[in-house]
């Protein structure tokens, strides 16, 4: 029995185009001819549609159903087998980026709502490149202390992000004038400011210890979405995360098993005897308290 194209469309559920283009890509080409030129396609045209339809569902290309059809004893196992894992590694995604939409509800919903204006006051330059914070969410989402911090930075105030983001800043001046004063990077007073970021990280969201500043670190280092994060592009200089990182080392080096380093960095005054991002306040002596 022969069908035209038109009655293939309507039960097939393809449309007309399509039915053309696999006919122009060698991939469906109907058998027969009606009297006035028409293509008719007879069972084995619509058993070879049907096999067409079931791989474009599965997501193969046209080109890899052609090959499967080519020679389908030969291709067509070992091409499942590999769109079978190619669908799990992509569920698998999937189910993360549903985790993670979720979560940034969850934050959206208990964390402080700003202002555009409020945000621009608090964080200034800083901005969180929301392709990083997905990507962020899905490398360290096994990790308790991401989970820790994540629960932290929704919890705070906007008072709370005022303080932060201040010694924040602070805490980026000493780092770029020492780098600017050719500090070396293993050097004292760079370990000193690798420490004072360690607990600033405590205090402020989840306890640090060297071995996860030191993945923080090589985020900086190799992610500029990260880095800025710490200092905007504007501020930044060549060579400049990449020396951070290699004080984060040194100051790893330094610290016992427990993550203390000896000696402790000193307090240094700032405007109107304000202590300033390198000292420990004396009620953030105990890491992860606030």
Same mark, same amino acid.
Request: aromatic share 8%.
């Given at each position: ?78 091409? $499942?087998? +590999?769109?079978?894992? @190619?669908?799990?590694?992509?569920? !698998?995604?999937?189910? %993360?980026?549903?985790?993670? &939409?979720? =979560? ?70 000493? $780092?770029? +004038?020492?780098?600017? @004063?050719?500090?070396?990077?293993? !050097?004292?007073?760079? %370990?000193?400011?690798?420490? &004072?970021? =360690? ?92």
């Amino acid at each position: 029995m022969s069908y035209t194209v038109g009655q293939v469309s309507g039960f097939a559920g393809v449309t007309v185009r399509t039915l053309h283009h696999y006919d122009r890509a060698g991939l469906l080409s109907p058998g027969g001819r009606s009297p006035g030129g028409y293509r008719l396609y007879d069972d084995a045209d619509l058993a070879r549609l049907q096999q067409i339809l079931f791989y474009r569902e599965l997501g193969f290309t046209l080109d890899e159903i052609a090959e499967i059809l080519a020679d389908p004893q030969a291709n067509a196992l070992d091409q $499942l087998k +590999a769109r079978r894992r @190619a669908l799990r590694e992509q569920i !698998g995604k999937l189910e %993360r980026l549903v985790e993670v &939409a979720a =979560r940034a509800m969850e934050v959206q919903r208990t964390g402080v709502a700003l202002s555009p204006q409020e945000r621009f006051e608090v964080f200034g330059e800083i901005t969180f490149d929301l392709s990083y914070a997905t990507e962020a969410e899905l490398k360290w989402q096994g990790s308790p202390g991401y989970r820790a911090a994540m629960e932290s930075a929704a919890a705070h105030s906007k008072e709370d992000w005022a303080r932060l983001m201040g010694e924040a800043a602070r805490w980026r001046e000493e $780092l770029l +004038a020492a780098y600017d @004063a050719g500090e070396p990077p293993r !050097g004292g007073r760079a %370990r000193e400011l690798a420490e &004072a970021h =360690r607990r600033h990280i405590s205090r402020w969201f989840t306890p640090c210890p060297p071995e996860t500043h030191l993945r923080i670190a090589d985020d900086f280092a190799e992610d500029p979405r990260a880095f800025a994060l710490v200092v905007p592009p504007s501020q930044q200089r060549p060579g400049l995360a990449a020396y951070l990182r290699a004080a984060v080392r040194a100051n790893a080096e330094s610290a016992d098993p427990h993550g203390r380093r000896e000696p402790r960095p000193e307090s240094h005054p700032g405007p109107e005897g304000e202590t300033n991002a390198i000292a420990v306040p004396e009620d953030d002596r105990t890491e992860g308290t606030r």
